[in-house]
């Protein structure tokens, strides 16, 4: 049976996520099982050839064939890899949502008040060689499946992506709009559903009704632990949580856990999440791409991985370091034929020439400063410029 699960849970650094998935595994047909479809181990799992091929025969395993199946992972990521991974991606196309599938499992192509996808997968199932107790699925059968599902619900993630990435620029002010200044991230994305009354915004509430509330936390790594030593007594349970807490002030409980049935809730209920929280938004002037501050909100460069190892808070220090030295040398030019030329004028009192020459530069050199600040001209430029009107 092919069902969506997606159980999500954040910590002050994390986000902890529990979903089902798909692999490919090797099985072989066997009939009049208690399913027909059984489990093969493969070569990888042996030391040598001779003892997989011993086991091959002892069970009788023939006919070996590569099947699709379902299974669960735990997956712990710095708090936002999740919505950015799908956020900071260029477009939306099929090869994408396959890996979202293979990755997060059936609930990528449900939508949250259409059709539960997962219902028609499993109804209009039809494999003659399987029975009802077999859970692996054939795999040109899959793909056929999962291709019409992409097809059916591929404009809704690109409404989606354009939505979501324009709540977040409007509600972190990521464009450093005037009028935004001095006001929350919650505060901005009031003012934005009230201003923009559009059926493409409003309709993204539909995404809230596929939230729900579990209290099956058995993957978070406190409940492991706390089941393992079987307190017996509250004073008992208590006093343990006490020691964690001295060992580690992060020590993390809750009572609940964030369940969806549709991968687009999640990504919706991630961007409210963090407004309402006031978790801080970036775009890493380096690689353009969203992030969360690790510890400042004022960071301007996220710590990914961008070239030669390097990440780019690393390479963003090095760059405004060498920006420094270059402005440094361009300014120390520029005092000095500023000064040069001012000298010549006020030798030379009586060639008018002069002083207006030295004007009309000093207004042209102030223009680049302007066009430097604004983005419309660089460093480089002007360095030439002066080196240029200093031979004048």
């Known amino acids: 049976m092919i069902y969506p699960l997606f159980f999500l849970d954040f910590t002050d650094k ?17 009939p009049n099982h ?11 799992k042996f030391k040598t050839k001779k003892e997989y091929y011993s086991y091959l025969s002892q069970n009788n395993i023939h006919d070996v064939e590569n099947r699709y199946v379902q299974d669960t992972h735990i997956i712990v990521n710095p708090i936002g890899t999740f919505l950015f991974d799908f956020l900071n991606i260029d477009s939306i196309d099929n090869i994408f949502l396959k890996k ?9 192509l449900n939508d949250p008040v259409g059709k539960n996808f997962h219902e028609d997968f499993n109804l209009f199932y039809d494999d003659t060689r399987a029975n009802e107790d077999d859970d692996s699925i054939d795999i040109d059968y899959f793909e056929s499946k999962i291709n019409t599902g992409i097809k059916e619900i591929i404009d809704s993630y690109i409404s989606l992506h354009k939505a979501l990435r324009e709540i977040i620029n409007f509600s972190y002010n990521i464009n450093e709009e005037k009028y935004l200044n001095e006001l ?10 009230h201003s923009y009354n559009l059926d493409e915004y409003m309709g993204l509430f539909k995404y ?7 209290q099956d936390f058995d993957f978070l790594e406190y409940d492991k632990s706390i089941k393992k030593s079987h ?27 964030y369940s969806f049935n549709s991968l687009m809730s999640v990504y919706y209920f991630c961007v409210l999440y963090f407004i309402e929280n006031n978790i801080p938004i970036k775009i890493c002037k380096n690689c353009g791409k969203y992030f969360i501050p690790e510890n400042r909100a004022s960071s301007i460069y996220c710590n990914r991985i961008y070239k030669d190892k390097k990440t780019c808070k690393e390479i963003g220090a090095n760059n405004a370091y ?19 030329k001012k000298m010549t004028a006020n030798r030379n009192p009586d060639i008018p020439l002069y002083l207006e020459k030295y004007e009309k530069w000093k207004l042209e ?6 066009d430097i600040k604004s983005g419309i001209k660089t460093q480089e430029q002007f360095k030439e410029w002066l080196e240029d009107t200093r031979k004048i």
């Open 34 to 44: 208690l399913s027909n479809f059984q489990s093969v181990l493969t070569s990888d």
């Open 208 to 214: 809230l009704t596929d939230v729900s509330f579990n």
């Open 100 to 108: 979202l599938i293979f990755r997060y499992g059936i609930a990528t």
């Open 14 to 30: 994390e986000e902890n996520l529990m979903t089902n998935y798909f692999k490919i595994e090797s099985y072989t047909y066997k």
């Open 322 to 340: 060498n920006e420094k030295l270059k402005k440094d040398e361009v300014n120390s030019l520029y005092r000095k034929i500023l000064s040069a």
């Open 365 to 370: 050199a102030n223009q680049y400063k302007k």
């Open 231 to 257: 307190f017996n007594s509250p004073e008992a349970l208590a006093k343990y949580i006490k020691n964690e807490c001295k060992k580690n002030r992060n020590f993390h409980i809750k009572n609940y856990l």
């Open 184 to 193: 929350t991230p919650s505060q901005r994305y009031y003012i934005f559903i």
